[in-house]
């Protein structure tokens, strides 16, 4: 269909996507489903000094990350406190698991069936994970004193409820996915991160007022990480694939050839790797606590371990956290890589459907080229990550801006769903020869 550009091409993608009915149904069916989410992160549960609870978040990354996922419900502490990061936390071991144990690599070569089972045990087992966690989670905030009431049916009633919204969410996320647009489950943390947007422009005003140019720069290191994301989220190496076949026609033999590529990414393991060395370097610092001197005395050893491993901590001793956790993300970023590149299985699959990289021979001798080639370009990915991980106190030392923090989670997060989606519509759009949001 050609027509003559008189809009913006977004703009005009945009109003092409309201003018086929399907595509405006799914769109709104998507932005409906948000809005529910949006409503149950402001159902409260009863008995929480929300004043002391917003301040314990200031001090602890982990529950500001487990924050990040539940959209922020997690610092108003609603019943929906937890999101789905349970069902992350339940699908980050199942991917662990499957190449461990048989049953589960028989199911996840099954085709489609077998994906679908495998989610199913995914299912199931974030059920006793949501349990344990929102458990965790209110005898936390009862050793802090901001939750009041803790009598055993009142913690049921609470643990229930928390684990019931955990599932809820799963479902509308799996119905996004089904009648909507994008993958739901990014979609539900995504609307997460968004919500949280008025809250660090309010923030930004109050650095306006107090340090200007800490601000502008500030905005500056944004941006540049935010495109710094970007072309390591697109970034990937081509490996050319050719296929041969035969096919049998009037009695004579045809032979027929093609090519395609691999694209192997530059950024295998997603934000994965910033989720596992969080959990890790958060660790040292939870225990400490419990064994630290109260404040009035003198310090011992666990206040010195709880001041190291505080990402707030000033340099010289903020830069042992910073520094430890640079290298744990690039640790875990190979480890993580590797375990997903080991279960695509990519040389039996090129062998069984007749393709062959050029001057590579079939089966093993592919699969040793192919690993050489991902942990190569693991590199690139590993220190990029390593880099938006660090982008927080870099950003504090330059700008000497506190009140506001570049979340490299956040920022992977965003900017992977809305290219995720932004491809799913410009695919819909091309095959109704429309002109997508894309060049």
């Given at each position: ?172 996320g799996e119905l996004i996915t089904e009648r909507g647009i994008g993958n739901g489950i990014s979609i539900i943390i995504f609307g997460g991160i968004v919500a949280g947007l008025a809250e660090q422009v309010a923030r930004g005003s109050l650095a306006w007022n107090e340090n200007p140019l800490g601000l502008i720069t500030f905005i500056i290191l944004g941006l540049a990480t935010l495109v ?212």
């Open positions: 269909m050609q027509r003559r550009q008189t809009r913006p091409r977004l703009v005009q993608a945009m109003v092409d996507v309201f003018k086929l009915p399907d595509l405006r149904r799914k769109l709104l069916f998507t932005l409906g489903m948000l809005v529910v989410f949006r409503f149950l992160c402001h159902v409260p549960l009863p008995g929480v000094d929300i004043d002391a609870l917003h301040q314990l978040f200031e001090q602890n990354q982990l529950l500001g990350m487990l924050d990040l996922f539940s959209g922020g419900a997690m610092s108003n502490f609603s019943v929906a406190a937890m999101g789905v990061y349970p069902y992350i936390t339940a699908s980050i071991i199942m991917q662990l698991l499957v190449p461990v144990i048989p049953r589960l690599r028989e199911l996840s070569q099954q085709g489609e069936a077998g994906h679908r089972k495998v989610n199913q045990i995914t299912r199931l087992l974030t059920v006793p994970l949501a349990a344990l966690q929102g458990y965790a989670q209110l005898s936390l905030l009862q050793s802090q004193g901001i939750v009041s009431h803790f009598e055993p049916l009142t913690v049921m009633a609470m643990v229930l409820s928390m684990t019931a919204s955990t599932m809820f969410l799963v479902w509308i710094f994301i970007v072309i390591f989220i697109e970034g990937h190496r081509r490996i050319p694939v050719q296929y041969a076949s035969s096919t049998f026609r009037s009695g004579r033999m045809y032979r027929q050839s093609g090519s395609t590529y691999i694209p192997l990414r530059v950024n295998t393991a997603g934000m994965i790797p910033l989720i596992f060395a969080i959990a890790l370097m958060t660790l040292p610092g939870t225990i400490a606590s419990y064994f630290a001197a109260p404040a009035g005395q003198d310090p011992n050893l666990a206040n010195t371990i709880m001041l190291i491993f505080n990402p707030a901590t000033a340099a010289p001793l903020g830069l042992i956290y910073w520094g430890l956790y640079f290298l744990l993300v690039l640790g875990f970023t190979f480890f993580y890589t590797m375990i997903i590149f080991e279960q695509l299985n990519l040389a039996k699959t090129l062998q069984q459907q007749g393709g062959f990289i050029p001057g590579v021979r079939p089966g093993k001798t592919t699969q040793d080229y192919l690993n050489r080639v991902i942990r190569r370009i693991t590199w690139g990915g590993a220190f990029f990550l390593a880099a938006v991980a660090i982008m927080p106190f870099i950003a504090r030392g330059i700008t000497d801006v506190t009140v506001l923090t570049i979340s490299s989670t956040a920022l992977l997060i965003a900017v992977g769903v809305a290219l995720d989606t932004m491809k799913q519509l410009e695919a819909q759009l091309t095959m109704r020869r429309y002109e997508g949001f894309l060049k």
